[in-house]
């Protein structure tokens, strides 16, 4: 079975930065489309950013761009985020997301496999 599990996550000040990462096993991760998803407390689950198989095409969600960079590691079965001048608003649960097709997505349903999530909180 496919099994991801993220790390990094912790609390950091506004302005600063954090370094997510997930690790996969149990498939073939380097024909994997990965994404990265966050959940507010009482909130909607929310795309933060995708990545194809090659590492040559990414997608950010709009609230993101320009603050957060997502890579890959093939070698190492391992997908990245990067997070940058952090926000308040970026406060939330992160979650590793597989999808087994070549064709990126940023819709949620569309992935087949997740972690459990690493929590993040931006403080003021």
């Known amino acids: 079975q496919v099994q991801l599990v993220e790390s990094g996550g912790g609390l950091v000040q506004a302005g600063g930065s954090l370094r997510l990462s997930c690790a996969v096993s149990?498939?073939?991760?380097?024909?994997?489309?990965m994404g990265w998803f966050r959940q507010a407390s009482g909130k909607a689950r929310e795309f933060v950013a995708a990545?194809?198989?090659?590492?040559?095409?990414?997608y950010y969600g709009d609230s993101v761009k320009g603050r957060f960079t997502i890579s890959r590691d093939n070698a190492k079965n391992t997908v990245f985020l990067q997070m940058s001048s952090l926000k308040p608003e970026d406060t939330a649960d992160y979650f590793c997301?597989?999808?087994?097709?070549?064709?990126?997505?940023?819709?949620?349903?569309?992935?087949?496999?997740w972690g459990q999530g690493t929590p993040v909180t931006v403080s003021s």
């Open positions: 149990g498939g073939t991760f380097s024909r994997y489309c």
């Open positions: 990545i194809n198989w090659g590492g040559d095409n990414t």
């Open positions: 997301a597989a999808d087994t097709d070549q064709f990126i997505t940023i819709m949620a349903y569309q992935y087949a496999y």
